[in-house]
T-cell receptor, first 110, second 113 residues
Framework: NAGVTQTPKFQVLKTGQSMTLQCAQD?????MYWYRQDPGMGLRLIYY???????DKGEVPNGYNVSRLNKREFSLRLESAAPSQTSVYFC?????????FGPGTRLTVT | AQSVSQHNHHVILSEAASLELGCNYS??????LFWYVQYPGQHLQLLLK??????LVKGIKGFEAEFIKSKFSFNLRKPSVQWSDTAEYFC???????????FGGGTRVLVKP
């Protein structure tokens, strides 16, 4: 099993560009999450999906949209990137309280 | 609002020293508590968890944590660290209502060989 996979690993965007971060899990988990990690702030929840077909805002949803394409896949979209969105983005999945994390996407917005 | 506080942002130790990282959470109800570890360049991995029962829990790589309900604390300990324990450590709690983890700000631990 690959667990949780994310693409791309690295990305550089110019301000105003758009992009989609992809996440997939092969553990048949119902819940999936997107976090951003910034120095000294831990991980902050952007959006989550408790089950296929549902999505909910987390702590820092502004500037992002998500799509739960099916049970396996949960994508995060930046419609108009801003320098404040420079961060490392982690996807996670869970069945219950224990979450399993992907390898992360390091995004730089110039 | 519910939150998690980790007392130290950076800790520097020598090999064989003992490690204790503090974690306090603010929530009055039942919680599940976690410590995750992130080694340099890697993703977060579960170190240990507490759901119920014995408040002293043992995790991987010789780590343990003690849940003290009266102090809302879940401190992480290791009696003798190794250079390979250099990582960032995150405390987190899970509140079933809401289906979300809340993370602390993390503690970067550097173990000098």
């Amino acid at each position: 099993n690959a667990g949780v996979t994310q693409t791309p690993k690295f990305q550089v965007l110019k301000t105003g560009q758009s992009m989609t971060l992809q996440c997939a899990q092969d553990m048949n988990h119902n819940s999936m999450y997107w976090y951003r990690q910034d120095p000294g702030m831990g991980l902050r929840l952007i959006y989550y999906s408790a089950s296929e077909g549902t999505t909910d805002k987390g702590e820092v949803p502004n500037g992002y949209n998500v799509s739960r394409l099916n049970k396996r896949e949960f994508s995060l979209r930046l419609e108009s990137a801003a320098p404040s969105q420079t961060s490392v983005y982690f996807c996670a999945s869970s069945e219950g309280a224990v979450q399993y994390f992907g390898p992360g996407t390091r995004l730089t917005v110039t | 609002a519910q939150s998690v506080s980790q007392h130290n942002h950076h800790v520097i130790l020598s090999e064989a020293a003992s490690l204790e990282l503090g974690c306090n959470y603010s929530y009055g109800g039942t919680v599940n508590l976690f410590w995750y570890v992130q080694y340099p360049g890697q993703h977060l991995q579960l170190l240990l968890k507490y759901f119920s029962g014995d408040p002293l829990v043992k995790g991987i790589k010789g780590f343990e944590a003690e849940f003290i309900k009266s102090k809302f604390s879940f401190n992480l300990r290791k009696p003798s660290v190794q250079w390979s324990d250099t990582a960032e450590y995150f405390c987190a709690f899970f509140k079933a209502a809401g289906n979300k983890l809340t993370f602390g700000g993390g503690t970067r631990v550097l173990v000098k060989p």
